[in-house]
């Protein structure tokens, strides 16, 4: 970290980690900058890091029942013909063996709106969020507004996230993350977790 005495108090810190399941954190995806297997390793190293720590970690998954409670706005994009083989939504295994981490099932890109994740912080008395994971240009970036007008601090572990393009990765990284908090590396983030 760029100050050296910055310290990140396990109590009030907690790991959010968006969108590891296997339909998205899937090897054969092309991603950049980061490979899925770079960022599951980052991801996996920050998770036991934070459990053993004894901080909150909260694990992200998007889902759907029937395809009907998913967003359908019109848009200029073309529609993304997302695949949803069965376990689409299911954690990546290297995450799914954490019994102490609380699973957040959204229905769109961010993990506050329509979820529980705001009163699981707020009960524990969490003020800052660590946040990595899939896609740094919508789920991640999407939660990082939303904990911003929370009024959470946040700090973005980028090797642990990725993009469709490295040019959307990087452009939320050097546009975006510096004005709603602080853009730290996975080994200065566990450094700097004390309990």
């Not at 990087?170 to 996975?186: A, E, L, Q, S, W």
């Amino acid at each position: 970290m760029t100050n050296e005495t910055e310290v990140l108090d396990a109590k009030k810190t907690a790991l959010v980690v968006i969108d590891l399941q296997k339909g998205i954190a899937n090897p054969e995806r092309r991603l950049a900058p980061n490979s899925v297997e770079q960022v599951v390793g980052q991801a996996s190293k920050l998770v036991q890091a934070f459990t053993e720590k004894g901080a909150f970690v909260v694990l992200v998954r998007v889902s759907s029942v029937d395809g009907k409670d998913m967003l359908k706005p019109e848009t200029d994009a073309a529609p993304i013909a997302m695949q949803r083989p069965e376990g689409w939504d299911e954690l990546i295994p290297e995450l799914a063996g954490f019994e102490k981490a609380h699973v957040v099932t959204k229905r769109q890109w961010g993990a506050f709106y329509g979820t529980d994740l705001d009163l699981q912080l707020l009960r524990r008395g969490i003020d800052t969020i660590a946040l990595c994971g899939i896609s740094t240009s919508i789920g991640v970036d999407t939660t990082a507004r939303e904990a911003f007008q929370h009024g959470y601090n946040q700090i973005f572990v980028e090797e642990a996230m990725t993009a469709s393009t490295k040019e959307e990765h990087d452009y939320v990284v050097k546009n975006m993350f510096p004005k709603m908090g602080k853009i730290r590396t996975t080994d200065d983030v566990i450094s700097a977790l004390k309990q």
